[in-house]
Every structure is written in C-alpha cells, then in structure tokens.
C-alpha cells in the first residue's frame, strides 16, 4: 500500500531562516510526486509535480527535489507570508489518485 | 491553471437532513474527480473517486449508502451527505486532472466546510 510520510510535523522558523521540509514515500510504480501548499480553510494549491528521481523544480523561494525514497521541499529566506501548511502526495500504479501525507505546518516569524 | 469551484463553500445543517455539495471544473472537462475529507490538522482521506457517466468507487470504510456521488456531466460531480451526523462534520475538498490517463496534477477545489448541529 502507498505510503507517504512527512516530518516535521510543525516547523517554526525566523524570517530568513532557511531549511527543509522532507516527504518520505513508498508507492509501486511512481508515477509523480506533488507538492502542495494549503492555507487555513482553503483547498491546496498546487507548487510542483517530479516525476523522477534527480529531478529539481524551483519557484520563487521554493525548491523541490526528489530521489528514490524521499523528497525535500527547500525554502530559501522564507518570508511570514510562506506560513502554511506543505502537503505531499504520490501517485503510483495504475491509479489516478492521489495518496497524501499528514503535512508540516509551517509558520515563519517576522 | 485549471480550476475548480466548490458550492456552498460552507453549510450548516440539523442531523438527519441530507446536503448536496456541488464541484465544477470551470475551464476543463473532468471524467474523473476525487473527493476528499479533511479533519482538523490533519491531512486529506481519499473518500471515492467519481467517475463520469458511471458508478463511483468508494474507498474502504467509506459507506456508499451514506455518501452518494453523481458525475452527470464532464464539469460537474455532486457529492449528498444523506442522515447527516455531527461525526460527518468536516471539511470537503474535490479534485479533477485536466487529463485522463496521464500522470499528471490535479486541481483543487476551495473545500465546503460542513457543521452538522
């Protein structure tokens, strides 16, 4: 069964204060890894697909990397207005849905 | 990107009365939507996925007879919470890929916050 686990759970950061957030999967068949974001109260918005290991996709502030196991979400200098929550989710097999972790709260003080 | 609306994004109602919630891609055609549930700081729970022009498919534990889904159109999947209970409380989220098929993103909606009193 596809798995996707992501820690931390909360993270609190200083304004500028870079790090890392980590999604750890295990799924038959990857067939993309998704990052979200998602506010109080609102659907997730959409950040980033990878489909294969080695891949990089960079927006803004936001890095998303991926290997075999796991995928980091860098964020570089973050600012209070990148305080959310961070969903990852994968897709694998022959399914089309998606299977999502439990997020990392995310809260960056000015 | 391609988007998706949700109505209402929010409704109150009494147990035991049913709410429809309604999820519409707006500049896309869907075949397939996802709904999904979400509590309270925590992530979302696939409930079912549904399926244009056929039956939905249900996760498990998810009771079929309770939450009923329709696909009607390509841009419109209903989703009924039939005998509403305060335990269905909870926030509902849909989602459609722009293509059938592919790997490829799915598009959210905005979420319906349900309160059963």
């Known amino acids: 069964e596809d798995q996707v686990t992501q820690s931390p759970e909360a993270l609190r950061l200083q304004e500028g204060e870079s790090s890392s957030l980590n999604c750890s999967y295990t799924?038959?068949?990857?067939?993309?890894l998704f990052w979200y974001r998602q506010d109080p109260g609102k659907g997730p918005e959409f950040l980033f697909t990878?489909?294969?290991a080695g891949e990089e996709k960079e927006k803004e502030r936001l890095k998303a990397t991926l290997t075999k196991k796991e995928s980091f979400l860098h964020i570089t200098a973050p600012k209070p207005e990148d305080s959310a929550t961070y969903l990852c989710?994968?897709?694998?097999?022959?399914?089309?849905?998606?299977?999502f972790g439990a997020g990392t709260r995310l809260t960056v003080k000015p | 990107g391609a988007v998706v609306s949700q109505h209402p994004s929010w409704v109150i109602c009494k147990s035991g009365t049913s709410v429809k919630i309604e999820c519409r891609s707006l500049?896309?055609?869907?075949?397939?939507m996802f709904w999904y549930r979400q509590f309270p700081k925590q992530s979302l729970m696939l409930m079912a996925t549904?399926?244009?022009?056929?039956?939905?498919?249900?996760e498990q534990g998810v009771e079929k007879d309770k939450f009923l889904i329709n696909h009607a159109s390509l841009t419109l999947s209903t989703l009924t919470v039939t005998s509403a209970h305060p335990e269905d409380s909870s926030f509902y989220i849909c989602?459609?890929?722009?293509?059938?098929?592919?790997?490829?993103?799915?598009?959210f909606g905005p979420g319906t916050r349900l309160t059963v009193l």
């Open positions: 989602s459609a890929p722009p293509r059938t098929g592919v790997t490829d993103t799915q598009y």
């Open positions: 799924v038959s068949g990857l067939r993309g």
């Open positions: 990878l489909y294969s």
């Open positions: 989710a994968v897709q694998g097999g022959d399914n089309n849905d998606m299977r």
């Open positions: 500049d896309f055609q869907a075949t397939t």
């Open positions: 549904s399926n244009e022009g056929s039956k939905a498919t249900y």
